[in-house]
Structure formats: structure tokens, C-alpha cells
């Protein structure tokens, strides 16, 4: 489910309304868009990435992931490698693995050809 507010900003009304949602049944998350993002506890997208990655014989310590919004958190804790652009938002920047340049830098396209190099 999408909420969104007319006023609060999405960093807002998480603080008011994830506490009153159980973390056991609910994730509640958000990105850029404004919303935040409700679903049923263990969906989110690092469970999305790892039921992908069982399905082809991929392991966690074989993944790279991005992200740069809260609702990447989960992502970037189940890949082996979680990478934050730089201009990620704090608690992404604190849980990632390696930091790269920002998105309008191609940090991306820049944390893949290091990676690549090391080939």
C-alpha cells in the first residue's frame, strides 16, 4: 500500500506511523517519491532479490546491489556487496558496505568498472 500525506514530507510520516505498525507483519518504508511503502512483514526488496537469486543459483556473496533511499535498506543487507551513491540518504550511507560517487556522477557505471577491473 502507498500512503501519502498533503503536507508531511515521506521522512515524516514514517517517524508518526511506523511505530504503530508491528514489524513482524508490516514493512513500512519510503523513497524519493513522497509515499510511504506498506507492505506484509518480509516483503521487501531484499526478500524480492533473494528468492530471484535461490531460483538461479546465485549466492548472497555473489551479489552487488545500489541504492540510495531507505526502502534499499533491505537490498543492501542480504547482497554480499551493498554499494550507497553518495548522495544517498543518511541511514543508507551508514548501512551500506562502500560508498560511490553520487547518482549524478554515474556512480553506479563508476562502482562497476572498478569492480570490473578487479577481474
Same mark, same amino acid.
Given at each position: 500500500?502507498?500512503?501519502?500525506?498533503?503536507?508531511?514530507?515521506?521522512?515524516?510520516?514514517?517517524?508518526?506511523?511506523?511505530?504503530?505498525?508491528?514489524?513482524?507483519?508490516?514493512?513500512?518504508?519510503?523513497?524519493?517519491?513522497?509515499?510511504?511503502?506498506?507492505?506484509?512483514?518480509?516483503?521487501?526488496?531484499?526478500?524480492?532479490?533473494?528468492?530471484?537469486?535461490?531460483?538461479?543459483?546465485?549466492?548472497?556473496?555473489?551479489?552487488?546491489?545500489?541504492?540510495?533511499?531507505?526502502?534499499? !535498506?533491505? !537490498?543492501?543487507?542480504?547482497?554480499? !556487496?551493498?554499494?550507497?551513491?553518495?548522495?544517498?540518504?543518511?541511514?543508507?550511507?551508514?548501512?551500506?558496505?562502500?560508498?560511490? !560517487?553520487?547518482?549524478?556522477?554515474?556512480?553506479?557505471?563508476?562502482?562497476?568498472?572498478?569492480?570490473?577491473?578487479?577481474?
Amino acid at each position: 500500500m502507498l500512503v501519502r500525506h498533503p503536507t508531511l514530507p515521506a521522512s515524516e510520516l514514517y517517524e508518526h506511523i511506523a511505530p504503530l505498525l508491528n514489524s513482524k507483519d508490516y514493512s513500512v518504508t519510503y523513497s524519493f517519491s513522497g509515499y510511504l511503502e506498506i507492505a506484509l512483514g518480509g516483503v521487501h526488496k531484499g526478500e524480492a532479490l533473494a528468492t530471484l537469486c535461490a531460483q538461479l543459483g546465485i549466492a548472497a556473496h555473489e551479489v552487488v546491489a545500489f541504492g540510495d533511499m531507505p526502502n534499499d !535498506l533491505p !537490498l543492501l543487507q542480504w547482497a554480499g !556487496l551493498g554499494v550507497a551513491v553518495a548522495n544517498a540518504h543518511p541511514m543508507v550511507l551508514q548501512a551500506a558496505d562502500a560508498v560511490t !560517487l553520487s547518482n549524478a556522477e554515474d556512480g553506479v557505471a563508476h562502482m562497476l568498472e572498478q569492480l570490473m577491473a578487479k577481474v
